[in-house]
């Protein structure tokens, strides 16, 4: 990804949390899936990443523990490449698909010269702000 393009996709993970939470499986072989356009600004992926996050979590807040312990499956045409409960997917394919692809934004940040937010703590670049190499830790 480049920089743009890695924003985009991060902005869009959480939409995916609504089709975990409306159909029962999602197919890769599916020929109508489409990439979103890569946004060209900050506000736009804050936006696009804000708009989908609040109705990811208005449509969670409607589901019972039920319906997120249903099964939820990936497909491949007719194969099935792995089926979970609702929730375990969620954790999987949104959660975790943020935190891996918000390392690489953070590496892709810091070598083009960005400022890097602290992402647990504060970043290399806010120790540095105070006079320190590294943590005290």
Same mark, same amino acid.
């Given at each position: 990804?480049?920089?743009?393009?890695?924003?985009t996709?991060?902005?869009q993970?959480p939409?995916?949390? =609504?089709?975990?939470?409306d159909k029962?499986s999602y197919?890769l072989a599916?020929?109508?899936?489409? =990439?979103?356009a890569?946004q060209?600004?900050?506000?736009?992926?804050l936006e696009?990443?804000?708009r989908?996050?609040?109705a /990811?979590r208005?449509?969670?807040?409607d589901?019972?523990?039920a319906?997120?312990m249903?099964?939820w499956?990936?497909?491949?045409?007719?194969q099935?490449?792995?089926s979970?409960p609702? /929730?375990a997917?969620l954790?999987s394919?949104v959660?975790?698909?943020l935190?891996?692809h918000?390392?690489?934004?953070?590496?892709l940040? =810091?070598?083009a010269?960005?400022k890097?937010?602290?992402?647990m703590?504060p970043s290399k670049?806010?120790?540095a702000?105070?006079?320190?190499?590294a943590p005290p830790?």
């Amino acid at each position: 990804f480049a920089l743009g393009g890695l924003a985009t996709h991060l902005a869009q993970i959480p939409h995916w949390g =609504r089709a975990i939470l409306d159909k029962e499986s999602y197919d890769l072989a599916d020929a109508g899936a489409t =990439r979103a356009a890569e946004q060209t600004t900050v506000q736009g992926v804050l936006e696009t990443f804000d708009r989908h996050v609040d109705a /990811l979590r208005k449509r969670l807040l409607d589901k019972t523990d039920a319906e997120l312990m249903a099964p939820w499956a990936l497909m491949r045409g007719s194969q099935l490449v792995m089926s979970l409960p609702r /929730l375990a997917a969620l954790r999987s394919f949104v959660l975790h698909h943020l935190i891996h692809h918000r390392g690489q934004m953070t590496v892709l940040m =810091r070598q083009a010269g960005l400022k890097v937010p602290g992402v647990m703590g504060p970043s290399k670049e806010e120790w540095a702000a105070y006079g320190m190499d590294a943590p005290p830790y």
